[in-house]
C-alpha cells in the first residue's frame, strides 16, 4: 500500500503571514496524523520564509509517524539535519526567488557534492533521497552517489496538458522501473491533488506520495482532518 505523506509548510506560510504563533504546523501535523498521514514532511528554505527552526525541532519530538526534513544541499543545513536526525532528508534545488520548487536536482552536475553529503547524513543514520526529475541520467546518478531514495519530480506532469500530460506521465512510469532496477526506493510529489494523482497511481511502485499545497488549500475550505483523510483514501486505496 502507498504512504501519504502531508507537507504542513503552508500552514507555516499562513503564520508568517502575520508573524504571529497561530496557526501552529506542529498542531497541523498532529491532526494530520490522526486523520491517516503515514508522514509528515517540512521543507525549512534558507530564507525562513515558512518552516522555521524551531518548527523542526519540535516535530523531530512530536511526529509519531515519520518527519521527514526537505531542504537545501548546503552545509548550513546538513549541519542542521545532523543535529535533528529527521527519519529522512530530501535534497531539494532552492533559489531565493522562486515561489516553489521549480524542478528536480541536477544530481549529475553536482554528483562530487552530493556524494559528501549523502555520507555525512548517513554517519548520522538518516535515510536520504533526492527530489529529481524523472531522467534516466539524473536517476543513475543519484544511484551512483548512494542515495537510499529518490523522489520524482511530478510538477511537470501536473502542469501539462492534452497529449502532453501523456507524455509526461509516461516519463514517470519509466522512472519509477528505472529507479527500482538501480536499486532506489521511489517517492514522488509536487503539484499533486485530488484528480491529477489517479493516474499516477494507478502506475504502481511509488512507496510515497508527498502532498501539501492541494491539501491545505482544502483543508482552508472543508478542515485539515477532512482533507488529509480524502486523500489518505485515494492514496491507500490504489
Do not use: W
Not at 517540512?42 to 518548527?55: G, N, S
Not at 547524513?121 to 531522467?135: C, E, K, N, R, W
Not at 488549500?217 to 482532518?225: E, I, M, T
Amino acid at each position: 500500500m502507498a504512504k501519504l505523506g502531508v507537507n504542513v509548510d503552508h500552514i507555516a506560510t499562513i503564520r508568517q503571514a502575520r508573524g504571529g504563533t497561530e496557526p501552529d504546523p506542529v498542531t497541523a501535523s498532529a491532526i494530520a496524523e490522526l486523520a491517516g498521514a503515514d508522514g509528515i514532511t517540512v521543507h525549512l528554505r534558507e530564507d525562513r520564509r515558512h518552516i522555521q527552526d524551531r518548527d523542526v525541532m519540535l516535530l523531530r519530538r512530536t511526529v509519531q509517524t515519520h518527519l521527514n526534513l526537505e531542504m537545501a544541499a548546503t552545509d548550513e543545513m546538513v549541519a542542521i539535519a545532523m543535529k535533528v536526525v529527521p527519519d529522512y532528508v530530501t535534497l531539494v534545488p532552492e533559489k531565493r526567488q522562486e515561489l516553489t520548487t521549480e524542478g528536480g536536482l541536477d544530481v549529475v552536475k553536482q554528483k562530487q557534492k552530493l556524494a559528501k553529503q549523502i555520507d555525512l547524513l548517513h554517519q548520522a543514520g538518516i535515510t536520504v533521497s533526492l527530489f529529481v526529475d524523472p531522467d534516466l541520467e539524473q536517476l543513475k546518478a543519484s544511484a551512483r552517489v548512494k542515495a537510499d531514495y529518490i523522489e520524482i519530480h511530478t510538477g511537470t506532469y501536473c502542469d501539462a496538458k492534452g497529449k502532453a500530460k501523456v507524455s509526461e506521465l509516461a516519463k514517470i512510469e519509466e522512472a519509477v522501473k528505472a529507479g527500482k532496477k538501480l536499486g532506489l526506493g521511489v517517492n514522488a510529489g509536487h503539484g499533486l491533488n485530488y484528480q491529477n494523482i489517479k493516474p499516477v497511481l494507478a502506475l504502481g511502485g511509488i512507496e510515497e506520495y508527498n502532498i501539501g499545497h492541494s491539501i491545505i488549500s482544502r483543508a482552508v475550505l472543508v478542515g485539515l482532518d477532512r482533507a488529509v483523510r480524502e486523500m489518505a483514501e485515494l492514496v491507500h486505496g490504489s
